[in-house]
């Protein structure tokens, strides 16, 4: 569940921000809806983290073999989209 919200929240900051500068709404500090966003990713993946160490301590290997490729591959996704939205949040706020 904790990796879910974080996604939301990570990708929504960035996305409010640019939602609200689209409306003609000055957004003031936006370099803090960057820095929640990333705080929010890896607070995903932290959360990714500790599930494989909880996994690994069960005795799970085998459902961590399964699994850890497409957690690695989610986890950059959700790194490189976070990173783009906040580029594009700052770059387009900077302008004005």
């Not at 990713?41 to 301590?57: D, H, M, S």
């Amino acid at each position: 569940m904790v990796p879910i919200v974080s996604i939301f929240l990570s990708f929504g900051l960035p996305v409010f921000a640019l939602y609200r500068q689209g409306k003609g709404k000055t957004v003031k500090h936006p370099y803090l809806y960057s820095c929640g966003s990333f705080g929010f990713c890896i607070w995903g993946i932290i959360a990714q983290i500790i599930t494989i160490k909880e996994r690994l301590f069960a005795g799970d290997i085998g459902g961590i073999e399964d699994t850890i490729g497409a957690v690695i591959i989610i986890s950059l996704v959700m790194m490189i989209i976070a990173l783009l939205l906040n580029v594009l949040l700052l770059g387009i706020c900077h302008k004005e």
